[in-house]
């Protein structure tokens, strides 16, 4: 027999209980009575809904990668063929990013967010189908970023010498790596000018002459 509406809503909440706790302190520093205290509940009642901790660290990390099925807001929000928009998205969605990141984890702090990182590492070496979501996601975006280049450059937007497909492989390879510097790398740490200086250089590469 199946949940309950009620016990679907109990299961959820402390799988998002458990995701927000894992996100800060990983899987072996977080225990069943630190996630019921947060929840509110007592050990009996989750385990009536997970069998095992390891029940439960999966159903979270399941919650955290659900929002990988849509192309980012930063891509769909712009036309086809506004390829100077679409970088300048790009670039703006690092700082979107971080703010989320920072969020999830309640603290922008250098050690928070390692912590953060972390978690990514084991959940998806602990579970690789997970790994293989951000495989496909990563793969999605590209694919979609490496079409508007094409586009771009058979409107003569853009540079036809340059490999439409390496170059979606490099943006989104800088935006992810950037993300990350934005909080452990004291020059780009509040310091917006080296992000725009950064999002400058790569639109005139991409220019045509």
Not at 12 to 32: C, D, K, M, P, W
Not at 97 to 121: E, M, N, P, Q, W
Not at 132 to 145: F, M, N, P, W
């Amino acid at each position: 027999m199946g949940l309950t509406p009620k016990g679907q809503d109990s299961q959820e909440n402390l799988a998002t209980t458990a995701l927000r706790l894992f996100r800060q302190r990983g899987f072996h520093g977080v225990s069943i009575s630190d996630v019921c205290q947060a929840a509110g509940v007592t050990k009996g009642a989750l385990y009536h809904h997970f069998k095992s901790k390891e029940e439960l660290y999966y159903r979270a990390v399941g919650l955290h990668f659900n929002d990988l099925a849509a192309l980012p807001a930063w891509i769909e929000r712009i036309p086809e063929n506004r390829i100077e928009e679409l970088i300048r998205s790009g670039f703006a969605s690092i700082l979107e990013s971080k703010k989320a990141i920072a969020s999830r984890v309640g603290s922008s702090s250098d050690d928070a967010i390692l912590r953060y990182y972390t978690f990514l590492y084991e959940a998806t070496r602990r579970f690789p189908e997970f790994q293989q979501r951000i495989d496909a996601y990563d793969a999605q975006k590209q694919a979609e970023l490496a079409r508007r280049f094409r586009l771009a450059q058979q409107a003569t937007l853009m540079r036809a010498d340059i490999n439409p497909e390496a170059l979606a492989m490099e943006f989104e390879a800088l935006l992810q790596q950037l993300t990350y510097l934005s909080f452990v790398n004291p020059r780009l740490k509040g310091n917006p000018e080296i992000l725009a200086s950064l999002q400058e250089n790569f639109l005139l590469r991409v220019s045509p002459a």
